[in-house]
């Protein structure tokens, strides 16, 4: 069996150490906001992309627009606990919208992180239709 290769991108060390042992055995690479996402992108291939909405420098959603502009196929999993604004709903929705395959809030446990990583995957391996 292939192991699945996720990038997770958030800027909360301790979240992302959490989130990495829930979703063991995936292979999991961390990056701190999208400009080390869409690096890490560059030099590797990834099965998903799980990417928190509100992070310093590129946030998530500048990520996902310039991410779909590159690579339509990519699942995208959208995380976000609001932050300040408190307004995480209209931050997922506007993520999904923009072309996150599935939104997630914060916190989450490991069974709904675990629902919606294999919901995510399903759309990359479905068949075409048509």
Same mark, same amino acid.
């Given at each position: 069996?292939?192991?699945?290769?996720?990038?997770?991108? @958030? /800027? /909360?060390?301790?979240? !992302?150490?959490?989130?990495?042992?829930?979703?063991?055995?995936?292979?999991? $690479?961390?990056?701190?906001?999208?400009?080390?996402?869409? &690096?890490?992108?560059?030099? $590797?291939?990834? /099965?998903?992309?799980?990417? @928190?909405?509100?992070?310093?420098?590129? /946030?998530?959603?500048?990520?996902?627009?310039?991410?779909?502009?590159?690579?339509?196929?990519?699942?995208?999993?959208?995380?976000?606990?609001?932050?300040?604004?408190?307004?995480?709903? @209209?931050?997922?929705?506007?993520?999904? @919208?923009?072309?996150? !395959?599935?939104?997630?809030?914060? *916190?989450?446990?490991?069974?709904?992180?675990?629902? &919606?990583?294999?919901?995510?995957?399903?759309?990359?391996?479905? *068949? *075409? !239709?048509?």
């Amino acid at each position: 069996m292939t192991t699945i290769r996720i990038l997770l991108v @958030d /800027d /909360d060390s301790f979240f !992302t150490k959490l989130t990495a042992a829930m979703l063991s055995p995936a292979e999991v $690479h961390i990056a701190s906001n999208g400009a080390e996402c869409q &690096a890490m992108m560059r030099e $590797h291939t990834f /099965d998903l992309l799980i990417t @928190d909405l509100l992070m310093p420098e590129k /946030d998530g959603i500048e990520t996902i627009i310039e991410l779909r502009r590159e690579n339509t196929t990519l699942p995208i999993l959208a995380i976000s606990g609001g932050g300040r604004l408190g307004a995480r709903s @209209d931050l997922l929705r506007m993520a999904q @919208d923009l072309g996150a !395959t599935a939104t997630l809030r914060k *916190p989450f446990s490991r069974e709904q992180l675990l629902a &919606a990583v294999e919901q995510c995957l399903a759309t990359r391996t479905a *068949p *075409p !239709t048509g």
